[in-house]
């Protein structure tokens, strides 16, 4: 029982940073608040076709961005450290505008992947009357 209430609490750990519901709008708002606190211009965000996993389902979003290379570069990090988990996938950048300007000013992609807790038999098996009463 002693390692079961260790894998359960591994488990409650792990399912703190992944939610069982996610709020496109609101992590879309996160994601255009980061942007706007480095003053990078948000082209598009759009979220594309869940993906399910056996435990998980990939909630992908793809954004595009525009600013100078620091903006872009701290947006994409910030965004990775975010304490909700999101993964920073297929990122892609080119230069545009003038190359005779004071910074060089890029536009970039990525897939912005987020992740939504299904739950396991892990879940049923702690949740049961005898699991919570148990002392050990």
Request: glycine share 4%.
């Given at each position: 029982?002693?390692?079961?209430?260790?894998?359960?609490?591994?488990?409650?750990?792990?399912?703190?940073?992944?939610?069982?519901?996610?709020?496109?709008?609101?992590?879309?708002?996160?994601?255009?608040?980061?942007?706007?606190?480095l003053r990078l211009?948000?082209?598009?965000?759009?979220?594309?076709?869940?993906?399910?996993?056996?435990?998980?389902?990939?909630?992908?979003?793809?954004?595009?961005?525009?600013?100078?290379?620091?903006?872009?570069?701290?947006?994409?990090?910030?965004?990775?450290?975010?304490?909700?988990?999101?993964?920073?996938?297929?990122?892609?950048?080119?230069?545009?505008?003038?190359?005779?300007?004071?910074?060089?000013?890029?536009?970039?992609?990525?897939?912005?992947?987020?992740?939504?807790?299904?739950?396991?038999?892990?879940?049923?098996?702690?949740?049961?009357?005898?699991?919570?009463?148990?002392?050990?």
């Amino acid at each position: 029982r002693l390692s079961i209430r260790q894998l359960t609490t591994q488990l409650d750990s792990t399912k703190a940073i992944l939610s069982v519901d996610l709020d496109i709008a609101n992590f879309i708002k996160m994601v255009t608040l980061e942007a706007k606190k480095l003053r990078l211009t948000v082209k598009a965000i759009k979220p594309s076709a869940q993906r399910k996993k056996e435990y998980y389902i990939e909630v992908p979003f793809n954004v595009e961005v525009k600013g100078a290379f620091v903006q872009v570069m701290l947006f994409f990090d910030r965004i990775a450290k975010l304490q909700h988990v999101v993964k920073v996938g297929d990122f892609n950048v080119k230069p545009s505008g003038s190359v005779y300007t004071k910074y060089v000013e890029l536009e970039g992609s990525a897939q912005l992947i987020s992740y939504r807790y299904l739950g396991t038999h892990a879940d049923e098996v702690v949740n049961k009357p005898e699991m919570k009463d148990s002392s050990i």
